[in-house]
Each structure stands twice: as C-alpha cells, then as structure tokens.
C-alpha cells in the first residue's frame, strides 16, 4: 500500500489511509486544511455517537468535547493553558519518584521469577505515576484500568453498541469522579496537575482561563493519553528485552549511559509505537501524494507504516539504537498537536528500561508471540497480556 496506494481509499470504513511518512508530515504541516476537531469527532462512537452523548449528558454530568482535539486559533489557546501542567520543573522532579516507583515494583516481583509485564508492571506504573500527578487517590487503579480501555474504544471503530453502552457507564463513572476532584480543586488548590488545570491562567480578559467543561475534557485527556499509551509502550519495552536478548546485552553493559539510554527510548518508540491510526477529516479539496481527496475525506493516519518505511529508516525492522535519523519517528504525532506528554512519557520509559535491566535479567515470553492478544482498537496497539521469566541479577 505504501509503495503503490499511498493515499489508499478504504471504502469498508470509508476512510483514506495514509501510509507513508512524507504525506503524514505534510499533514501535520497543515491542521486548517486536515483538521483534527472534524476528524476525531467524526471518529468517536463510530456509528453510535448520538446515543452516546445523550447518555453521558443524563448520567455522566455532561457530554464534554476533547478540547484538546481542536484546530487552530482554538487549539492554540486550549494547548497553551494545559502546558502549564506541563511545566519544566515538574517534569524534571518527578525523575526521583518515577525512580522510586519503578523500584517498588520491581521489589514485589523480582523474586517470582515471572510476571505479566501488562497488569503487573506497565499498568501499575503508570497508573501510580499519572494518580500522584493529578493529585488522584492510589485506591482507584482498579478503575482507571477500565475506564481507559473504555474511552479509547470510542476512537476504536471496533465496539458493538452493548460494548458501547458499558463503556458508557464506564466514562460516565470517570466523569463524576473527575468533577468532584475538580471541584475540590476549585475551592482548596494543591500542588497537582488537576489543580494547575482548573487555575491556569494565561493573559487577560476573555479566553484568558479554561471553562470547567474544557477543563473536565482536559483533566480526562491526561488521566487517560497519560497512562493508556504510557503503559502500552512499557509492555513494548518489555517485549523488546525478552525477544532481543542483543538488545538486552547492549544495556546491561551501558546502563549508566545516558544518551544509549535516550536513543533506546526513541527506537522503541519508533518501531514499537503505542498510537497506530489517529484520524483528520479534510476541511477543502487538496492533493495529498498524488491523490484529489475532497473536502469532507475521512482520513486515518497510519504512524506504525510510516515508522517502518524504509526510504527514510532503512531495515526498519532492525533494533538499530545508531540510527542517524532516529527522532524523525512520528510516534508522538507532530507540528500544532504533537504529544503534549511526550518529555514525561519519555523519562517514564527511560527510567524503566535503566532499572529493568540493572535488576532483572534473561527476559523470556513465556507464551508464543503469535499467541499475545490486543485490545480491538485501531487507534493503538495494546496487549491485553505479556506473560515473561527474568531472572533477578540485583
């Protein structure tokens, strides 16, 4: 498809998918003529949507657009004031917990030999690192778990409508949780992201603060992006140290190497990228790759292909952490709407890899590849399990 339909029209799903890497950068160049807000809406709930909001507005506390997926002047607006949660030095402080946290993980599981690197590691981790950043309580990791599987089922295109109704009731037990937090929020500020959220403020006047229904959108937005596609690259990590055991010598003899450590990260993100199709819709007539889409063409933009074309990455199936080109991955999309999360899941994957292999050794799967399952979703590329054996070295 790459080579001979790059611009691909998929009449089943009715959306172009696009598959090389050049036409995915033109459309990150250019989010007025492929929008965002019209593509990702136009996803959601697929073939359910009206149905869907109404219950969220009966039981959920409202139906609360993603402000984040948005187009410019909007989007611009939106993204500056969520960036306040996203600050430098709350990035770079959190290094020492995510430490700590990874740590205690591995205490628990070190001496069993055996693990599933989904629910006993990437999960957990992620999940406890996400809770501490919005200021959530820990006794919710149990939720949290359900509620993202629900929430990104609605981009999936792959729910029936009894999944989408108790993925319903799922989102509408995430949204109160979130407006009762929030509120809180509102009258007693903490040091969190939910409370940076709720009082952040840029300039004067009109549009100078977020209203609440932005902000529930963005607080659900972090809480989700935040541990979903975190923890899917986590169980990729995994994956890597027990099938490419090269991989795993290579950091064991550099562990305290810094930028070995920094292109590991970026290699696994390109060829093991947790968000695989993220969709726009086209605001006019234009030519992409060679192709007249017009206006109102539903595209899917496919990151995994684009990854893995090998003109611009050559062997892209090769774990190469040399590549001169290594951060022109699109694993964390680009241009207006590239990840806003990107430097903490960065430091989260960094931070894992460094202690995994100082203290664990001889990762093997211990079931056959072909037989791991994922989520039905096109949006991401999520085991449901990775059962592993490790030895404990430290």
Excluded at 2 to 27: C, F, T
Excluded at 207 to 217: C, I, K, M, W
Aim: aromatic share 6%.
């Amino acid at each position: 498809m790459r080579r001979l339909d790059p611009v691909h029209y998929d009449k089943s799903i009715d959306m172009y998918l696009i598959s090389r890497w050049e036409d995915i950068q033109a459309i990150q160049r250019d989010p007025l003529t492929f929008s965002v807000n019209k593509g990702y809406h136009e996803q959601q709930a697929k073939g359910f949507a009206e149905e869907f909001q109404q219950i969220l507005r009966e039981k959920g506390g409202g139906y609360f657009p993603d402000a984040i997926m948005s187009d410019p002047p909007y989007h611009t607006r939106v993204r500056k004031l969520m960036e306040n949660a996203f600050t430098a030095h709350r990035v770079k402080e959190l290094e020492p917990r995510i430490e700590a946290v990874v740590s205690d993980l591995i205490d628990e599981i070190a001496d069993r030999g055996s693990m599933d690197a989904v629910t006993d590691f990437a999960q957990p981790l992620t999940i406890r690192i996400i809770c501490e950043q919005l200021g959530l309580d820990w006794s919710i990791k149990d939720k949290i778990a359900r509620w993202s599987t629900a929430v990104t089922a609605q981009i999936g295109r792959m729910q029936d409508r009894a999944e989408m109704l108790e993925h319903a009731e799922q989102i509408c037990e995430l949204q109160h949780h979130i407006i009762g937090t929030m509120r809180e929020r509102q009258a007693s500020p903490r040091e969190d992201m939910i409370s940076d959220i709720v009082h952040a403020k840029e300039g004067d006047g009109e549009g100078s603060v977020l209203t609440f229904e932005e902000a529930v959108s963005l607080v659900r937005a972090l809480l989700i992006a935040g541990n979903e596609t975190t923890a899917t690259a986590l169980s990729n990590l995994v994956f890597i140290l027990a099938t490419q055991p090269e991989v795993l010598a290579t950091l064991q003899g550099a562990v305290g190497d810094e930028k070995l450590m920094n292109r590991f990260v970026e290699e696994l993100l390109r060829i093991e990228p947790p968000v695989r199709g993220l969709s726009r819709m086209t605001t006019r007539e234009v030519e992409l790759g060679g192709t007249l889409l017009p206006a109102g063409a539903h595209l899917l933009l496919m990151y995994a292909s684009a990854n893995d074309e090998p003109e611009i990455f050559p062997e892209p199936r090769k774990f190469d952490m040399e590549r001169a080109n290594i951060m022109k991955h699109v694993s964390f999309g680009g241009g207006v709407h590239k990840c806003v999360g990107l430097a903490l899941a960065r430091m989260e994957i960094k931070v894992a890899a460094r202690q995994l292999v100082r203290r664990l050794g001889k990762f093997r799967l211990a079931i056959d590849e072909n037989d791991i399952a994922f989520l039905p979703t096109v949006a991401t590329r999520t085991m449901e399990s990775l059962p592993v054996t490790f030895e404990r070295i430290a």
